[in-house]
């Protein structure tokens, strides 16, 4: 019984695995949309959300069966839990990629404002932190987890940068109202991103530790 459940734990694993790989494979086709203004590459990345619907209910199937055909021991518990956490931020932020693919389709091209830059940049660094997060889960590292949740700090001064530029354009401006509203709502997505990513990197600690930090 407890090999049918260890192999169980490693599909769920796995799957999880894949699941953020998909996660990481549209954040950086939504990073490569937004740096070259590739219509293309917002397309591809809409689409590409489409599949992890689909591997969002297999996890929480095997989860829920895990839970409810075997007598898990606390630390599988914790895996078990982690995992139905995790999947919920993974499938947001696939669902934040798509809607930040479907603005940049209205925007026109700003590749050389000081906002654009900043948008770049922060959706690298959200990249990053997702790929640390999904890594320190899968090695059950601490370490690379808490370097995730610090990493969201510089995420925010982004934000916060984009957001007083964009401002003062729309009080400068009002022909660039629309506009810079739109990247302002791109550079919120980014950040709730950064946040899932923090959430990821926090479930991973208590998937080792049983404490949920925060």
Request: charged share 30%; hydrophobic share 50%.
């Amino acid at each position: 019984m407890r090999k049918t459940f260890d192999a169980e734990l490693q599909e769920l694993n796995a799957e999880m695995i894949d699941m953020a790989a998909a996660a990481e494979d549209v954040i950086d086709v939504v990073t490569a949309s937004l740096s070259a203004s590739d219509r293309d590459a917002a397309k591809a990345a809409i689409d590409m959300t489409r599949s992890m619907d689909q591997m969002e209910r297999d996890i929480e199937n095997r989860c829920l069966r895990l839970l409810l055909q075997q007598q898990p021991v606390a630390r599988d518990l914790r895996t078990i839990s982690a995992a139905l956490k995790m999947v919920t931020d993974l499938q947001r932020i696939g669902d934040q990629c798509a809607n930040i693919a479907e603005i940049s389709l209205l925007l026109d091209s700003q590749t050389g404002s000081q906002a654009m830059k900043d948008i770049r940049a922060m959706s690298q660094k959200a990249g990053v932190m997702v790929k640390r997060a999904i890594f320190a889960y899968a090695n059950r590292d601490t370490g690379a987890a808490h370097a995730v949740v610090d990493l969201d700090d510089e995420v925010d001064r982004l934000f916060s940068a984009v957001k007083g530029e964009l401002v003062e354009l729309i009080v400068q401006n009002r022909e660039e109202a629309d506009q810079a509203i739109d990247l302002i709502i791109i550079a919120k997505y980014l950040e709730r991103i950064a946040d899932h990513a923090v959430n990821i990197a926090q479930w991973a600690i208590y998937c080792v530790t049983g404490e949920l930090v925060g």
